[in-house]
């Protein structure tokens, strides 16, 4: 099964690069699941229903959010009927939405995606998000109710993201961290078998401050004093993410690729899918 995971798009620029160019990826890799997170897709804050639905269209199977889930008040209604909308599962118990699902791909696979948030330097600082994996992987098993299992662990924290790594390895196809708007360069298969990056980056324009227009972020630096809202730059936006190969007989990774496709970063593809 051919596996891509996209890290957070961020304003029209990231979505603009995501939604034109995905169908085209997703029909060259013959991708089998495309998961998105799309927290900070509306101006940097939030996803509309009307975002959330382009999304869908462009070729994403599933959109997982972070911190900014319900930046748009508009996703508190909408969450509770948009079947591939994910936000952290480790939320309190009634919050709309939820946290977890699993989907059949074309070819009749079963994929559990989940979205998990760490605590570590986080706001809200929310439940467990080792006894909330531990309950939905529990609840779902690999190689028994799903054949691939993809979780965007949504921290600030290497440390955490790499613990949670270990924690899930051998019991889920992929562990993809998001938030950070940063590429790390730690993709690799861990001991038992489940594909791990630290951070996939942003789907956005990398000439700014985490997708936001440099001037602002800068002068609070530099004067400590807020003058205007952060609002996400507009230029030309780099999409990147993750690329993984799961075994259709183990539902773990075989191969992996980071993703970098856009002007302002070293570019990487997957060469096994040629
Ligand atoms: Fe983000
Ligand atoms: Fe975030």
Known sequence: MRFLFLGDIVGRSGREAVFKQLPALRHDFKLDFVAVNGENAAAGHGITEKIYLEALHSGIDVITTGNHAFDQKDALIYAERAERFLRPAN????????????????????????????????????DDPFAAAEKILASCPLGEQADA?????????????????????????????????????????????????????????????????????????????????????????????????????????ERLSPLHLGPHLQQAMPDFWN
């Open 91 to 126: 939320y309190p118990p009634g919050t709309p939405g939820k946290g977890a699902a699993v989907f059949t791909t074309a070819k009749g696979a079963r994929v559990l995606a989940a979205n998990i948030m760490g605590r570590v330097f986080m706001q809200p600082a929310l």
């Open 149 to 253: 299992i993809i979780i965007d662990f949504h921290a600030e924290t290497t440390s955490e993201k790499q613990a949670f790594g270990h924690f899930v390895d051998g019991r889920a196809s992929i562990v993809a961290g998001t938030h950070t708007h940063v590429p790390t360069a730690d993709a690799h298969i861990l001991p038992q078998g489940t594909a791990y990056m630290s951070d996939a980056g942003m789907c956005g324009d990398y000439d700014s401050v985490l997708g936001m227009d440099k001037e602002e972020p800068l002068q609070r630096f530099l004067s400590k004093i807020p003058r205007r809202r952060f609002e996400a730059a507009t230029g030309k936006a780099t999409i990147c993410g993750l690329a993984v190969e799961i075994s259709d007989r183990t539902g773990l990774a």
